[in-house]
């Protein structure tokens, strides 16, 4: 069976992810078999296995970073919020159903022995379990049937990493007070703590960690810096979306209030095109593109976008010429009319921007698949696209019928003239390059060499493991795993 080790956090975007992703790294470079955990995860951004099966992303960037193919046994259970009071529970990769918060709940204890299914499959085949956790292990009015932090690290017999996020302030409140109100065998358990996003001169805290260390009775087992590296942001306190200020190629992205999969636009960054994010009809400006991302509730989205005044905004700048791509939620928005006769998001129809000629109807079951696809022969802005392939993923639950002319050779996706849109989840990982390049065209900037995707990750992984490796105490967190709790 595996050796596990958890790493939990004194609070939300505290780094959990990346450091998670980096003990991957280092555990694989070492010559390990490692797999990454994460019992229950809150977000809106989610990933198709092969065998059709919905994830968080977070875990599939921790699988990339080990160097294996992502599998929903690392994430049994997705929360994908639908409103500020429930979410589509998603369980071993399927829909189990909307539920309230608070029936929620009071139903996860049912879910225990699913969660130790996974841990137990994933820990029989590999060498590491890199597990993380959720949020804070301390929030005492939720801890009740905990099975994403202290419980599960009970149910796995998992060492913990108590991980303090520096850069935010008061990192002795968040490290020291976080033990403060564990219980005792749940302080037994931690067995290091992690200072993490430090920027400065690392010997200015040599005073701050023996406070620690004698404080709390626990090592510190490294100061982690300040990483930049570009990799998949976990959810909506990703920095990449308080992005407000245009390059000198202008993207603007909506965002949406139900925003999801926002990662498919992070990769206009590699080529000096980071997207700015807009909320407001004042903010748009004129950009080079605009794209409509994809969202949970499409109809709501499609509300607050004509309640903003952004509806009548996109559309005049379509009409002025400025090119309009739309994915998933994007693309439903995009068309004439969105109808959810079946209640799955509430109920209602809702006209949509009316950019491209389809409409969407909502049904039960959900789309999950990956595809490889071609983009078509086209025409206008879009045909610096023409002949090159993609690939993604799409997961949906809204049937689109199009009277436009297809995206993509195997006819999905629609375009009219400079607006198009499809249902492909990474649809740009391939495609932002000919996108900058074509948007730089005679205006005197260049973009360079188109990197490889799939290589530019694997730069940015090892990145990520040389600085955490350099930071941690490797022979302490070797140590840590060998003798366990």
Known sequence: MAKPIMLQGTMSNAGKSLL???????????GHSVAPFKSQNMALNSFVTRDGLEMGRAQVMQAEAAGIEPEALMNPILLKPTTDRGSQVIVNGRVRGDMRAADYFKYKKDLIPEITAAYNE??????????????????????ADDIVNMGLARLTRSPVLL???IDRGGIFAQLLGTLMLLEPDERAAVKGLIVNKFRGDRRLF???????????????????????????????????????????????????????????????????????????????????????????????????????GLASAINALAAGGTPVFGICGGYQIMGKK???????????????????????????????????????????????????????????????????RPLFEDGGGSIRGGAAGCYLHGVFDDAAGAIVRALTDGRGLSVGEI???????????????????????????????????
């Open 122 to 143: 994933l820990a029989r085949r590999f060498d590491i379990i890199v597990i993380e956790g959720a949020g804070s292990p301390v929030e005492l009015n939720l801890k």
């Open 451 to 485: 990197p490889d995707a799939r290589a530019y990750k694997e730069l940015q992984y090892d990145k990520l493991a040389e600085t955490v490796r350099k930071s941690l105490d490797m022979e302490l967190i070797y140590k840590i795993l060998r003798e366990g709790i």
């Open 338 to 404: 969105i109808s959810d006769r079946d209640g799955t998001e509430g109920g209602g129809q809702e006209w949509g921007l009316g950019l491209l000629d389809t409409e969407t109807v909502f049904r039960a079951e959900k789309t999950l698949t990956q595809k490889k696809v071609r983009f078509n022969g086209l025409e206008g802005f879009f045909s610096c696209l023409s002949g090159t392939e993609a690939r993604g993923y799409e997961i949906h639950m809204g049937e689109t019928v199009s009277r436009e």
């Open 163 to 165: 991980v303090g996020d």
């Open 206 to 308: 040599d005073d701050g960690v023996k406070i620690l260390e004698r404080r709390s009775g626990k090592p510190v087992a490294g100061v982690v810096p300040y990483t930049d590296v570009d990799i998949d942001d976990e959810d909506s306190l990703s920095e990449r979306l308080e992005n407000k200020r245009a390059a000198a190629v202008d993207i603007a992205a909506v965002r949406l209030p139900r925003i999801s999969n926002f990662t498919d636009l992070d990769a206009f960054a590699r080529y000096g095109a980071p997207v700015r994010y807009v909320s407001r009809a004042e903010e748009l400006g004129r950009p080079d593109l605009l794209i409509i991302p994809g969202t949970k509730s499409t109809l709501s989205d499609m509300r607050w976008l004509k309640e903003r």
């Open 20 to 30: 998670t992703a980096a003990l991957c790294r280092v555990f694989r470079q070492d």
